[in-house]
Nanobody, 124 residues
Framework: QVQLVESGGGLVQAGGSLRLSCAAS????????MGWFRQAPGKEREPVST????????LFANAVRGRFTISRDDAKNMVYLDMSNLKPEDTAVYYC?????????????????WGRGTQVTVSS
């Protein structure tokens, strides 16, 4: 049974930083791309960042490029999202997801497994 469990969310002031973590189990972790998505109240879920199975390639949404970084530790079956210079518009529930393939992709349909999410709130 595949499980993805996010952690690290919380309340932070604008300009601050947070690190989100996602612990994966029940899958051949290193074979699959991993992604972070977010959903703000009243809005559709949107991609934030993705990293390939090899870790060599990463993609970022325009809104977060230059402020967020993504990384993975295959030895620990973990994927991380380091967020800096946070803005109130980054407020959302952040979800970790495991893709169906190894290459990085921002398309949510390419993801087979999802975590339950962690809340990030950025105050102005």
């Amino acid at each position: 049974q595949v499980q993805l469990v996010e952690s690290g969310g919380g309340l932070v002031q604008a300009g601050g930083s947070l690190r989100l973590s996602c612990a994966a189990s029940g899958l051949a972790f290193s074979k699959f791309a991993m992604g972070w998505f977010r959903q703000a109240p009243g809005k559709e879920r949107e991609p934030v960042s993705t990293i390939s199975g090899s870790g060599a390639n990463a993609l970022f949404a325009n809104a977060v490029r230059g402020r967020f970084t993504i990384s993975r530790d295959d030895a620990k079956n973990m994927v991380y999202l380091d967020m800096s210079n946070l803005k109130p518009e980054d407020t959302a529930v952040y979800y970790c997801a495991a893709a169906k393939q190894t290459w990085a992709t921002m398309g949510s349909r390419e993801y087979a497994y999802w975590g339950r999410g962690t809340q990030v709130t950025v105050s102005s």
